[in-house]
């Protein structure tokens, strides 16, 4: 049970996690991984190498420790890493190896003299308190999936129903349920977890879902990554008529109940869950501004369908930038990299707008800085990140 002296410990220990919080989880994840390689799955190893993970990891465990006395303060980021976990199908077996390798890491990293046992058995409590918020939330919502229309518990086996390429960077897969059965419904901006074995080895990772949710099957939209496990796996080996497992839908990365215009910007890939987002704000009737950003035509997904639901829709406007335009594709709205004065040409004239916004790091940065600069309220701006959200400030 976590005390009030555990409280006052791992508060004590905010100043020595803001200056190495990171070099802590890089520790982290190294120990786990040696001392439990069966949680290799769950982690995206091209995020270890670049820090991605650390990061984000280091970010969490900062804002636990600051708000230990305040835990509703930490709704939003407890209800991100639960649709995460849930998307990868995180069970309680799992919390007491993550737990020991993160007392072992502090005890190693802080040294004996600062990682005293009262420390450690602080952190062990407090951790202890987050696990067991953690597993009864992810199992409430096991729970409901379960016993959605259309819902299932754990992996589930799906056959490739179409794959088709989408752009040069980016392949679509419709994914159908091997048991021919309906599946539970989603909201746009969601996204699924997939099971694979690649070269051998587990690979569990999450994809945004492209289309609106329809009952019969999923549509994923898989950017090759360079020395990615499972998008080469997905673009180089699997075909139409292969079966993958996934988990149930997840996500808090979706549409807010509103009247105000809507603005959907995206970069590159993030395009996905904004188109499944287009789809169900075309039907409010509600202004929406599409605001897309590429490096050049070849790898812009999804032009067509979105010039055809222009042509169709007089709510929708949509835009597109190319940093580096080809004469062979044709032609952007404007040349360059999203700026705040090219973001104020294209938002609606009112700021009081919902916006939505998805894509590389330097970019979703970008546009945040841009539409807090131009106004928009800050509530009523919204992202889907996978990395330290400190990375955005």
Request: hydrophobic fraction near 40%; avoid cysteine.
């Given at each position: 049970?976590?005390?009030?002296?555990?409280?006052?410990?791992?508060?004590?220990?905010?100043?020595?996690?803001?200056?190495?919080?990171?070099?802590?989880?890089?520790?982290?994840?190294?120990?786990?991984?040696?001392?439990?390689?069966?949680?290799?799955?769950?982690?995206?190893?091209?995020?270890?190498?670049?820090?991605?993970?650390?990061?984000?990891?280091?970010?969490?465990?900062?804002?636990?420790?600051?708000?230990?006395e305040k835990l509703e303060a930490?709704?939003?980021?407890?209800?991100t890493i639960v649709s995460k976990?849930?998307?990868?199908?995180?069970?309680?077996?799992?919390?007491?190896?993550?737990?020991?390798?993160?007392?072992?890491?502090?005890?190693?990293?802080?040294?004996?003299?600062?990682?005293?046992?009262?420390?450690?058995?602080?952190?062990?409590?407090?951790?202890?308190?987050?696990?067991?918020?953690?597993?009864?939330?992810?199992?409430?919502?096991?729970?409901?999936?379960?016993?959605?229309?259309?819902?299932?518990?754990?992996?589930?086996?799906?056959?490739?129903?179409?794959?088709?390429?989408?752009?040069?960077?980016?392949?679509?897969?419709?994914?159908?349920?091997?048991?021919?059965?309906?599946?539970?419904?989603?909201?746009?901006?969601?996204?699924?977890?997939?099971?694979?074995?690649?070269?051998?080895?587990?690979?569990?990772?999450?994809?945004?879902?492209?289309?609106?949710?329809?009952?019969?099957?999923?549509?994923?939209?898989?950017?090759?990554?360079?020395?990615?496990?499972?998008?080469?796996?997905?673009?180089?080996?699997?075909?139409?008529?292969?079966?993958?497992?996934?988990?149930?839908?997840?996500?808090?990365?979706?549409?807010?109940?509103?009247?105000?215009?809507?603005?959907?910007?995206?970069?590159?890939?993030?395009?996905?869950?904004?188109?499944?987002?287009?789809?169900?704000?075309?039907?409010?009737?509600?202004?929406i501004h599409f605001i897309h950003?590429?490096?050049?035509?070849?790898?812009?997904?999804?032009?067509?369908?979105?010039?055809?639901?222009?042509?169709?829709?007089?709510?929708?406007?949509?835009?597109?930038?190319?940093?580096?335009?080809?004469?062979?594709?044709?032609?952007?709205?404007?040349?360059?990299?999203?700026?705040?004065?090219?973001?104020?040409?294209?938002?609606?004239?009112?700021?009081?707008?919902?916006?939505?916004?998805?894509?590389?790091?330097?970019?979703?940065?970008?546009?945040?800085?841009?539409?807090?600069?131009?106004?928009?309220?800050?509530?009523?701006?919204?992202?889907?990140?996978?990395?330290?959200?400190?990375?955005?400030?």
């Amino acid at each position: 049970m976590l005390s009030q002296s555990h409280r006052a410990i791992v508060t004590a220990t905010v100043p020595i996690l803001e200056q190495g919080g990171e070099a802590l989880t890089r520790h982290f994840y190294r120990t786990l991984f040696q001392d439990y390689p069966e949680v290799l799955p769950f982690f995206n190893q091209a995020h270890q190498h670049s820090g991605d993970q650390q990061r984000a990891l280091a970010t969490s465990i900062l804002m636990y420790a600051k708000h230990i006395e305040k835990l509703e303060a930490l709704g939003p980021l407890v209800n991100t890493i639960v649709s995460k976990h849930v998307a990868l199908r995180i069970l309680p077996e799992h919390y007491p190896m993550v737990g020991a390798s993160l007392l072992k890491a502090i005890r190693e990293v802080l040294g004996a003299e600062a990682a005293t046992d009262a420390v450690l058995e602080a952190w062990g409590a407090a951790y202890g308190q987050l696990a067991e918020l953690l597993i009864g939330i992810e199992g409430q919502t096991y729970q409901a999936q379960a016993a959605a229309t259309g819902g299932w518990e754990g992996a589930r086996a799906f056959i490739v129903a179409q794959k088709r390429k989408e752009s040069a960077e980016i392949t679509t897969f419709v994914l159908r349920p091997a048991d021919g059965q309906p599946v539970m419904e989603f909201q746009p901006g969601q996204y699924i977890g997939i099971r694979a074995m690649v070269d051998g080895s587990e690979q569990r990772r999450q994809y945004s879902l492209s289309a609106e949710s329809n009952g019969r099957d999923y549509q994923i939209s898989v950017k090759r990554e360079p020395g990615g496990k499972m998008s080469g796996y997905l673009h180089e080996q699997v075909q139409e008529g292969d079966t993958v497992e996934l988990f149930p839908p997840s996500g808090n990365f979706t549409l807010a109940d509103s009247a105000r215009p809507i603005v959907l910007i995206s970069g590159g890939v993030g395009i996905t869950p904004t188109l499944a987002m287009l789809g169900k704000a075309l039907k409010s009737g509600r202004p929406i501004h599409f605001i897309h950003a590429a490096r050049n035509g070849a790898v812009h997904a999804f032009r067509d369908q979105v010039d055809q639901l222009a042509e169709r829709h007089a709510n929708l406007r949509r835009y597109y930038m190319y940093a580096e335009p080809q004469d062979a594709h044709p032609a952007p709205d404007a040349v360059g990299l999203i700026d705040s004065s090219q973001l104020a040409k294209w938002l609606p004239e009112t700021r009081d707008v919902d916006a939505y916004f998805l894509g590389p790091t330097p970019f979703m940065k970008t546009v945040k800085h841009a539409l807090r600069e131009l106004g928009v309220p800050e509530a009523q701006t919204h992202y889907e990140f996978f990395g330290p959200a400190a990375a955005l400030n």
